[in-house]
Nanobody, 115 residues
Framework: QVQLVESGGGLVQAGGSLRLSCAAS????????MGWYRQAPGKQRELVAG???????NYGDSVKGRFTISRDNAKNTVYLQMNSLKPEDTAVYYC?????????WGQGTQVTVSS
């Protein structure tokens, strides 16, 4: 089992920045993928960004150029730097991890962007 603990959410004005962190513990040897999803009220959960243990990244179209995912393998931690935030970025952000699919999920952290 893998446990994921997110931190860094909060309230920010449009145009501002936030950085989310997610620390993994437990059977971390099995983790290749780490990433972030988000879910806004009334909408489906969507991929924000993902990163492999080798550093390959992918992003959702709506965040490309504004968000950056990074990873510290020594600390088993993944980060999401969010810049130029928009009200439509408001959602609960979930950390996810797994070997080849996202099998493990965090509890989520709320990000609210005010206009």
């Amino acid at each position: 089992q893998v446990q994921l603990v997110e931190s860094g959410g909060g309230l920010v004005q449009a145009g501002g920045s936030l950085r989310l962190s997610c620390a993994a513990s437990g059977s971390i040897f099995s983790i290749n993928l780490m990433g972030w999803y988000r879910q806004a009220p009334g909408k489906q959960r969507e991929l924000v960004a993902g990163i492999t243990s080798g550093g390959s990244t992918n992003y959702g179209d709506s965040v490309k150029g504004r968000f950056t995912i990074s990873r510290d393998n020594a600390k088993n931690t993944v980060y999401l730097q969010m810049n130029s935030l928009k009200p439509e970025d408001t959602a609960v952000y979930y950390c996810a991890a797994g070997a080849y699919e996202y099998d493990y999920w965090g509890q989520g952290t709320q990000v609210t962007v005010s206009s």
